[in-house]
């Protein structure tokens, strides 16, 4: 049996570690008497899905150039089976995120600080969220990190949004050292297990089967995207089972309930059900977070109760698909969250994300092979 290296002396010191390069960057922005330039580009950050190299400062373009390649040990054929995977069980995985993965870093009471700060900030908690799933979708859809590819610039980015945070939160006064440093190098590997990690888990609560080569590879997918928004080697899981150890530690160490987690649940149920047609799938992600979550970790967010008999006769029986599957909870669940899946990522598409802000990005192939319906 391997032995866990996430020890507690070695993930307390990668917990007052942050990103060098793009730390240096944002500080020489800062030092150099820039800030309009440095509040244009966090403008610029939040309002478009791209960075636009001509249009930035010449360190900013050394940034881009030099977070711009894959790892040496990034392996095509892993990212492809990553992505095909995505593609097959794309709607689940939207699901999987909005009820498993995002309540599950909320749940994390020392992280969740800068998420809950940094939203107040935006006053747009839905904002958030939308650009989380849009980097989902960037990342694993067809080429999206190939070069010049969608998923790669999402994650240079969001690298360099991070690095915006960390600078303001501390000069702000708001910020607690207790919490260790903002955005640091265990919360960055805790979210790279929430992208990957928690993903898997809760699309096998959701009746989908990955084999272990494919868990693999869809993790390969998250520590290439992990090494390119500035996660050091040393905190990159190994393998699926070195990263259900990491999540294990995680959990024990920082899993607590706190008002801004649960307020953060709040906004993500809101946001389903906002983006979801009629009243027909009120409910659900909130019953969907306590099948995947478990209802230790439920409880600690808050999450209302699980009402299943109303979706006895609510979508299912709509689509006529309910007599077969009622009789088996897993199927039931497995055909509900497919639905759900479905009709969350439609209700993106159309949702308007306010001026300036470009439609959520969903590539032809994917809307074709989910059979989602969009402008």
Not at 219 to 233: I, S, T
Request: a negative charge.
């Amino acid at each position: 049996m391997r032995a866990n290296r996430w020890t507690d002396e070695f993930l307390d010191g990668f917990r007052q570690r942050g990103d060098p390069l793009a730390d240096q960057t944002v500080k020489n922005l800062f030092q150099q008497g820039q800030v309009e330039t440095a509040n244009v580009l966090l403008k610029q950050l939040i309002r478009n899905d791209q960075l636009v190299p001509e249009a930035l400062p010449e360190m900013l373009q050394d940034y881009l150039l030099r977070t711009k390649q894959l790892p040496e040990w990034a392996d095509p054929d892993l990212v492809r089976q990553g992505e095909a995977l995505f593609g097959r069980y794309g709607p689940q995985a939207v699901v999987s995120l909005f009820c498993g993965a995002l309540p599950a870093s909320y749940a994390a009471a020392k992280g969740v600080q800068v998420i809950h700060l940094t939203a107040r900030l935006a006053t747009d908690p839905f904002r958030r969220i939308m650009e989380t799933a849009q980097m989902l979708v960037d990342v694993l859809a067809p080429d999206g990190l190939a070069p010049g590819g969608n998923g790669i610039r999402s994650a240079q980015k969001v690298r360099l949004m991070h690095a915006a945070v960390r600078h303001l939160l501390l000069e702000s006064g708001h910020w607690n050292p207790e919490w260790g440093y903002p955005i640091n190098q265990e919360d960055l590997a805790g979210t790279l297990v929430d992208f990957s990690y928690a993903v898997i888990l809760g699309l096998e609560k959701l009746g989908c089967t990955l084999s272990r080569q494919e868990q693999n590879a869809y993790l390969h997918c998250w520590k290439v995207v992990g090494h390119m928004m500035g996660l050091e080697a040393a905190v990159l899981p190994e393998d699926i089972e070195d990263c259900a150890a990491l999540a294990e530690v995680v959990q024990r160490r920082h899993f607590r309930a706190s008002p801004e987690g649960q307020e953060l649940t709040r906004a993500l149920i809101q946001m389903a059900e906002h983006v979801t047609p009629g009243d027909l799938f009120d409910g659900m992600a909130a019953s969907l977070m306590r099948h995947i979550l478990g209802e230790e970790i439920a409880d600690m967010l808050a999450v209302p109760p699980a009402d299943w008999t109303r979706y006895l006769i609510g979508p299912l029986a709509m689509l006529g698909k309910a007599s077969d599957e009622l009789g088996d909870r897993s199927r039931f669940v497995a055909r509900l969250a497919e639905v759900f899946g479905r009709k969350l990522v439609e209700g993106m598409v159309w949702m308007n994300r306010g001026a300036g802000r470009p439609p959520f990005r969903i590539p032809t192939s994917l809307r074709e092979s989910w059979n989602v319906q969009g402008r």
